[in-house]
């Protein structure tokens, strides 16, 4: 085990023990069912005050719920081991997923402290049920005969899913190495409890304060609108706030035609958790040599092999394979593009150097001129409420025969959020979809799927499903406008939220997007191509004022800007996935003698390929959440992966007929419904008929197949 810093906060405490005058009624909203429609919970009857006491019981009655299992002197069998095990703890899954949200799509002070302390406790009550001798011992006797015992697949998953949680744990290990695994998880809860919170506070107290109208030049209405009530909500009485977006590439440093504001906001956003009381580094180092050392107990090379074990990838190696064949074409179009957007800044400005903080706008403007059409004058024919009505709406409806009803009677998390009740083709309520479109300084940067409720038919529950995106707020009685990022992200994030809706399985564990991270991005990006399918675009494009229909030239160039990615966003990407494995496959002794954050940060890059002098990666180490704040550990490559499933998708559903309820229906049983209860891949394969290719990939992407 490392030792800790003098520097870090002091150790967290539990939960459990602390007394509170939490109203028992708000205690009840927490853990128990919900009597509202698929049980949203009751959200105006929830306090603050409420959790910890609520987390406190239900982690008791969860305890005692296994503790009944473990102690069953009836031989173990899967209905009263495995199946009685996954049922146990709803109150504190409900309480959890409740509170997850929350913490992070409204943050406040008192919810940050909670967080910190429910990492710990949830953690430690994790570690006990996995490490309970007595209940591992009936586990393994199950998994030892699991081929004599008639299960069906779903089962069998079930068991071998609760045999690994329990070997991953370090059930398998002595009472020594237990005890530093059970430190070493609580630990690390608590790290990726505080790494994000450190990002979210650095979008406002990093961003940057423009006091001179002009320097907002290139910047819509909208922007500015929403730089001047972020600048509001940071306390500013004058000016206007550039908040900080979670990638490294800002949107505002595409537009504004200032390069020294442009280069101001870029420094600002590579530059995040480097400094203060938000810096990152030292949480980097620690959360590294934990997952390493828990690698090495557990006998893995390394926390990469650790994590990749548990993925649809069948090795680090591979995943090396794929994204060395990636970058190599990747950086070969690079220097395509750059050579063209060069070339194009000459002819507007001779002499032009570009730098860092200038290649996303003259890229803008040097695509913008091949299509001879203004791309930024897309977002007129893109307003927010016409695209979700009539553009994501309508494509689930022509593809999975769903329709939306909003529910104004029905109150969310926050007076920004919105709820609609689902129907399916019957006309029978499956669902309710929660949307949460717009910043704001409480929120986490970026854009989710979440749940509120996982659809089980074993536990009669139905799904309620959340969007959380940071579009730009507009001012009041003003349309919210899309760019085309935007209006992708969308797309991609309500393929997750049709991912859980239209579950149906019988475990709650393996519901919707319950599958693993290098699956779960697949139906989220097999949704983004009909953002632009000819029936659903014409749908929703019409001007927000004149209602006039998109012109063919201006959606044709819209068009063509998203089916071929950018070799700078490739290359960004690609930079974040081989950063995110060069940490993880990091060994305790080879992180003991990192000292420079920055320093491995760039000798990675130059290893890989990638240490492009103009584009830095995606994110860059003390922002990046997915690894070390989120679910995607050595699994940032996951979006590339599954990028390959979701290209093959889209040719097939254009071979069958594009936007057809029967392809829909066929996509759906094969794999939106089933969630974690098949094989993933298997049920891919099934669909398209073959082994998924890597050439489709190559030509979105715009990269010419590797020799």
Avoid at 408 to 433: C, K, N
Avoid at 517 to 538: C, I, T
């Amino acid at each position: 085990m490392p030792v800790m810093s003098s520097t870090q906060p002091a150790e967290p405490t539990s939960t459990a023990g602390q007394t509170s005058t939490a109203d028992p009624g708000s205690i009840r909203a927490v853990i128990e069912r919900s009597s509202l429609p698929h049980g949203l919970p009751d959200f105006a009857a929830i306090s603050d005050d409420a959790f910890r006491p609520a987390f406190t019981q239900a982690i008791a009655e969860h305890l005692a719920e296994v503790d009944q299992i473990a102690a069953d002197p009836e031989p173990p069998t899967f209905a009263n081991t495995v199946e009685a095990l996954e049922l146990s703890g709803q109150k504190l899954a409900r309480a959890g997923r409740i509170f997850s949200n929350l913490a992070i799509s409204d943050a406040n002070p008192q919810r940050d402290a909670i967080a910190r302390d429910l990492a710990v406790a949830l953690a430690e009550h994790t570690d006990t049920i996995n490490l309970d001798p007595r209940l591992f011992s009936r586990i393994h006797s199950l998994y030892e005969r699991r081929d004599e015992l008639g299960l069906t697949e779903t089962q069998l998953r079930l068991l071998d899913k609760q045999h690994r949680d329990a070997i991953r744990a370090g059930a398998g290990l002595d009472a020594s190495a237990q005890e530093e695994m059970r430190t070493i998880s609580a630990r690390l809860a608590w790290l990726a409890t505080k790494f994000p919170q450190n990002v979210l506070a650095e979008a406002y107290t990093a961003g940057v304060l423009i006091t001179d109208e002009a320097e907002l030049d290139g910047l819509s209405a909208t922007a500015v609108a929403a730089a001047r009530q972020a600048a509001v909500e940071a306390g500013h009485d004058q000016g206007w706030l550039i908040a900080m977006e979670l990638p490294s590439s800002q949107s505002a440093v595409a537009e504004l035609t200032d390069p020294a504001v442009r280069r101001r906001v870029f420094e600002a956003s590579v530059t995040r958790c480097l400094h203060g009381e938000h810096d990152n580094r030292a949480l980097i180092t620690e959360i590294i040599a934990l997952r390493a050392r828990r690698a090495e107990l557990l006998g893995y090379a390394d926390a990469a092999a650790y994590e990749i074990a548990e993925q649809t990838a069948p090795s680090p190696a591979a995943v090396d394979e794929l994204l060395t064949r990636l970058g190599a074409a990747a950086v070969r179009a690079g220097e395509r593009e750059l050579q063209q957007v060069q070339d194009y800044a000459d002819s507007v400005s001779p002499g032009t150097v570009i730098a860092a903080s200038d290649y996303t706008y003259w890229l803008e403007r040097q695509r913008g001129s091949v299509t001879g059409v203004d791309l930024d004058r897309f977002e007129e024919y893109c307003e927010l409420e016409r695209v979700l009505t009539h553009g994501i709406f309508f494509a689930a409806g022509q593809l999975y025969g769903l329709q939306f009803v909003e529910r104004d009677d029905l109150v969310g998390y926050h007076p920004d959020v919105r709820v609609w009740e689902v129907f399916d083709t019957a006309g029978d309520s499956i669902a309710l979809f929660l949307g949460d479109f717009h910043a704001r300084s409480s929120k986490r940067g970026g854009a989710w799927m979440s749940t509120f409720v996982d659809q089980s038919s074993v536990l009669a529950e139905t799904p309620v499903v959340v969007n959380v995106l940071n579009l730009n707020k507009p001012e009041p009685g003003q349309p919210s406008l899309l760019s085309v990022d935007n209006l992708i992200t969308l797309f991609h994030e309500f393929g997750h939220s049709v991912h859980g809706l239209l579950s149906s399985v019988e475990y709650p564990s393996q519901s919707g997007a319950s599958v693993p991270p290098d699956f779960v991005e697949f139906p989220s990006q097999v949704n983004e191509m009909w953002a632009f399918h000819p029936e659903v675009l014409a749908n929703y494009a019409v001007h927000h004022r004149t209602g006039e229909p998109i012109s063919p030239e201006l959606a044709r160039a819209a068009r063509e800007a998203v089916e071929v990615e950018s070799a700078h966003s490739t290359i960004e990407y690609l930079a974040a996935a081989v950063l995110d494995l060069a940490w993880h496959r990091l060994g305790t002794e080879e992180i003991a003698a990192v000292e420079d954050v920055e320093a491995f940060e760039a000798a990675a890059l130059a290893t890989a390929g990638l240490a492009h002098p103009l584009i830095p990666p995606r994110y860059r180490s003390t922002y990046f959440n997915h690894i070390f704040g989120g679910q995607y550990a050595a699994s940032y490559y996951s979006y590339i992966w599954s990028e390959v499933l979701a290209a093959e998708t889209e040719q097939w559903f254009l071979a069958n007929g594009g936007l057809q309820v029967e392809s829909g229906r066929r996509f759906a049983e094969s794999t939106l419904s089933r969630g974690d209860s098949v094989d993933p891949l298997a049920a891919h394969q099934r669909l398209i008929g073959r082994k998924p290719e890597l050439g489709p990939l190559l030509r979105k992407r715009g990269l010419e197949p590797v020799a």
